[in-house]
């Protein structure tokens, strides 16, 4: 493989390089970072063992040592899905080292994605969003700030890491929207259902009587006893002990219910271009999921409803 002086640096150093260039320049998410960083990492180390060298360089790194790396995932039963990701990281750094002249033939370059079974999003039906946001018990504060938790997810379709981001500034209750700061820094506008606007306001002064004093602008919505945000892992912790009472457990996560706003949109007949802005998704290919997931929908309906369906003479 082909390479400049560059690469006589450790592997480890090139990592750090472009989590910077994923954070300065292309504005990427801190999780998004973290997976990255992760994937890499267990690349690096895979190298390690495989060059016998405690810091591996770019120099061990060709097309059949990515593949080598790939069987290796296979062989430790990492699902189809987990090693796309791993391959799809390797080729964005591969990417980037090229663009950054330190790297001059891609070693990922021709390496086919494993095939994956088309996997639709799990969602919730209407009934089991009817029941799950009658289990908080909004008499305490605890209680109400889950009911909030559970409604904005719902109402909004927000990621767990933008619902961990919010401020108090990001909240317009009089116009009756939040501003959300998306993957790469992008924003945009959501509105917010009269509920969750009295809920949520109702949640603020809940607050201010318990802690004796205003809510400040740049505070977090969202906060534990310290007064230090909540992770996405202990919001996900919360979500998932309320909907494991009412449903399966694989639905038992904060992105089912963004999957259940965005289905039951296109249920009722939104256009896909306004759920893939209130999504903020940057392609319209990646809202287009659930598009198959609303058809399903209408083909159960239809065998469920229809005389004739699934007869035949």
């Known amino acids: 493989m082909s390479t400049n002086n560059k690469n006589n640096s450790d592997f480890g150093f090139f990592i750090d390089q472009f989590a910077r260039y994923l954070e300065v320049e292309r504005r990427s998410s801190t999780h998004t970072i973290s997976a990255y960083r992760k994937d890499l990492e267990q690349f690096r180390n895979y190298l390690s063992e495989r060059k016998k060298v405690e810091a591996p360089r770019l120099s061990h790194w060709d097309r059949s040592m990515t593949i080598s790396f790939l069987s290796f995932l296979v062989k430790d039963k990492y699902t ?23 790297l001059t033939v891609n070693p990922t370059t021709g390496i086919p994605s494993p095939k994956m079974d088309k996997r639709l999003p799990k969602y919730l039906t209407q009934q089991e969003v009817q029941q799950l946001l009658q289990l908080p018990d909004c008499s305490t504060y605890e209680g109400l700030r889950d009911l909030i938790i559970l409604e904005l997810f719902y109402a909004t379709g927000i990621r767990v890491s933008e619902l961990v981001d919010l401020r108090i500034k990001n909240l317009s209750l009089t116009k009756g929207s939040i ?52 992770t996405r892992q202990q919001i996900a912790s919360i979500v998932k002990s309320y909907i494991s009472k009412i449903t399966d457990s694989d639905k038992a996560h904060p992105h089912a219910l963004r999957h259940t706003f965005a289905t039951h949109l296109l249920d009722e007949g939104a256009d896909l271009m306004a759920v893939k802005e209130l ?21 159960r309906i239809y065998k469920q ?8 003479k």
């Open 80 to 102: 189809p899905r987990s090693i796309s990701r791993k391959l799809s990281s390797l080729r964005a750094f591969a990417r980037y080292l090229i663009i950054r002249n330190v």
């Open 179 to 230: 501003r959300v700061m998306g993957k790469r820094k992008k924003e945009r506008i959501v509105p917010l259902v009269r509920k969750v606007q009295d809920d949520l306001h109702q949640f603020l002064q809940m607050q201010k009587a318990r802690n004796g004093t205003e809510p400040e602008y740049e505070d977090y919505i969202f906060v534990k006893e310290n007064k230090e945000p909540f």
């Open 279 to 299: 999504l903020g998704h940057s392609s319209l290919s990646t809202t287009q999921i659930y598009t198959h997931v609303s058809i399903e929908h209408l083909k």
């Open 305 to 312: 409803s229809h005389p004739r369906a699934g007869k035949r």
